[in-house]
């Protein structure tokens, strides 16, 4: 099975940014609710995107389907970094913890005293 999304979608146009990159806008038509899901869990991730004015060939398919990623993401600070993971342990299990700050909080006291500890 494939992990690919497609859609058919009409390129409206681009957008240049401070940091040279492009902002891309694309229209599509009606999306069922599974199409709409699979974009709703792709928000705020890189992900690769291909464009080709005709359907994909089952070959093209299986070359995107091994493009792999290993982007860092180098513009959000170490700290942000943690919390962001943090913040994603918390949504798969809060422990409890209804309130994300009490379990952010809890986590980085438990980590802040593992340094400590390490302190002569």
């Known amino acids: 099975m494939s992990d690919i999304l ?3 979608v009409i390129f ?12 891309l806008t694309f229209c599509t038509n009606e999306i069922n609710p ?11 991730q890189f992900c690769y995107i291909a464009i080709k004015r005709e359907d994909f060939k089952s070959e093209e398919i299986e ?11 180098q513009t959000k600070s170490p700290s942000t970094r943690m919390r962001n993971v943090l913040y994603l342990l918390w949504k798969q299990d809060n422990n409890g913890y209804g ?10 006291n438990i980590f802040i005293e593992h340094l400590k500890g390490k302190i002569l």
């Open 34 to 44: 599974q199409q709409a899901a699979s974009l709703q869990v792709l928000v705020q």
């Open 99 to 108: 309130d994300f700050q009490l379990y952010y909080n809890y986590h980085m």
């Open 12 to 23: 409206e146009g681009s957008r240049d940014l401070k940091d040279r990159s492009k902002k």
């Open 6 to 8: 497609t859609l058919g």
């Open 63 to 73: 070359i995107l389907n091994a493009a792999k990623t290993d982007f860092d993401d």
